[in-house]
């Protein structure tokens, strides 16, 4: 039950809501990725290629930048930029879904969020750190933890249905305007 005491804090809730606002968007934009590039057309050793080799790449050099950036400009101001940044990247994913810019532009896209949305998760992952209460931290970390796993879940689960009724593209639109 200690966990159900630490997640009734009223600092607890007002984070696990932040959480759950800054990453909604974002979770609906990317998990329709990979069936998104499946359905524009891309063969699967490309998508492989693309956000499986130099996806995780890119996002090993958002990670550096991002700590740096904390570092630089602290928790914050580092959470508001690289969340509206990333936020921005996603216009290229809506550009793509109206049939503009073809593979370059979903490499483009795929490199630039690879970067910039993981320097979003750096500078949230270290709020998250910052926010636990050094008694209680791994109990805190964990719930805030989890809660981007469940609005990750439900995003992805409202992207599709969404996805399904209008398209790609007004999802993407959807979820950008949210992040």
Do not use: N
Not at 46 to 58: C, D, F, Q
Not at 87 to 100: K, M, S, T, V
């Amino acid at each position: 039950t200690a966990w159900l005491q630490r997640a009734r804090q009223p600092a607890m809730l007002t984070l696990a809501g932040l959480i759950f606002c800054y990453r909604f968007g974002d979770q609906m934009v990317t998990s329709l990725l990979g069936p998104f590039l499946t359905d524009v057309g891309l063969d699967l050793e490309t998508i492989a290629l693309m956000k499986g080799a130099v996806g995780s790449a890119t996002s090993l050099v958002g990670a550096a930048l991002g700590g740096a950036f904390v570092f630089a400009v602290g928790r914050r101001r580092a959470l508001l930029v690289s969340g509206l940044a990333q936020a921005a990247c996603f216009g290229l994913y809506i550009a793509a879904a109206r049939g503009a810019g073809g593979a370059q532009l979903l490499w483009t896209a795929t490199v630039l969020e690879g970067v910039i949305g993981t320097m979003a998760t750096v500078a949230l992952f270290t709020l998250m750190m910052d926010a636990a209460d050094p008694e209680h931290a791994g109990t805190d970390y964990t719930l805030l933890a989890s809660t981007v796993v469940l609005v990750g879940t439900l995003a992805g689960f409202a992207a599709a249905v969404i996805a399904d009724a209008v398209g790609y593209a007004a999802t993407f639109v959807l979820g950008t305007v949210l992040a």
